[in-house]
């Protein structure tokens, strides 16, 4: 696939990604997975279908982000407003949920990756809540690390570590504090975050890691999320100046 740069074009297939990811000082992607439902439904197939080939997108794209050497992604997989979601499509979502965190531990020696799941595990019920803490702790010391997302709100967040640091007696506190009582705080704020399915907006994801964060936006539904999509993505990123709020 050709990809525009300017006047010229690079052939993606062709990049050494290793070397752009490299190059680019690119540690975290975050991807914002949209456009399941739709993909289902422009098939004639239920909102669920699009979950399930999503949860293969996921794999795919986990898969080469690790090729590449990206040391760290987080993905949304359920935010503390997908709750209000049909039941059905609710319940579908849990237990794709509860079959990846089963067969991750199968897959741990080709996986090498070391799960975090961000969000208040007390919702998710006893079984999967005592499922996501037994794979953190069975992966902790794999070299990739994967977040994932699940009854997540990034202004949630925000609101937990400021009560935690209250009920800590704290009178004054620093963006450091912030920081290391968040969810993600074995992580760097992610470099670049891709949101899948055409949609402009961040949906309260990683509201306080994304302050300086790349946005990236394509049409793709998530479901066709393929490397060519990725390395565009990636490519994309590495053009960017981030200046960090310098000059
Ligand atoms: C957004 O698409 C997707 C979700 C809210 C759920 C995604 C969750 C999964 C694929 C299961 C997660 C499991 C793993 C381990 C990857 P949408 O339904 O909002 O799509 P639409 O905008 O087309 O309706």
Redesign the pocket.
């Known amino acids: 696939m050709l990809f525009k740069k300017k006047n010229t074009e690079i052939d993606l297939s062709s990049l050494d990604m290793k070397k752009v990811v490299s190059d680019a000082k690119l540690q975290h992607i975050a991807f ?10 422009n098939r004639g197939l239920p ?1 669920e279908a ?6 293969e ?3 795919r794209i ?1 898969n080469k982000c690790k090729e590449y050497g990206i040391g760290t992604i987080t ?5 503390t407003e ?1 709750w209000a ?1 049909p039941k059905n ?1 609710v319940n579908e ?1 849990m237990r ?2 509860d079959k ?2 089963s067969e ?1 531990e199968k897959e741990d020696a080709e996986n090498r990756s070391q799960y975090h799941v961000l969000g208040d595990k007390e919702r998710l019920g006893a079984d999967l809540k005592a499922k996501c803490e037994y794979l953190e702790d069975f992966t902790k010391d794999n070299p990739y690390v994967v977040n ?1 997302a ?1 009854n997540y709100g990034g202004r949630d967040e925000i609101v937990r570590a400021a009560n935690r640091l209250i009920a800590e007696g704290k009178t004054e506190i620093t963006e450091e504090d912030i920081s290391s009582n968040l969810f993600t705080s074995h992580s760097p704020d992610p470099d670049l975050i891709v949101r899948s ?1 055409g ?1 402009y907006r961040l949906s309260n994801f990683l509201m306080w890691q994304s302050a300086y964060s790349e946005l990236y936006f394509c049409d793709t ?3 066709d999320m393929d490397d060519m999509d990725l390395r565009k993505a990636i490519v994309e990123f590495s053009k960017r100046k981030r200046r960090f709020g310098g000059i």
């Open positions: 914002i997975m949209d456009g399941n439902g739709r993909w289902a439904q909102r699009g979950h399930k080939v999503g949860v997108a996921f794999r986990a993905i949304y997989a359920f935010s997908n979601r499509e979502i794709l949920l990846y965190i991750a994932i699940l399915g949609e539904l998530w479901p």
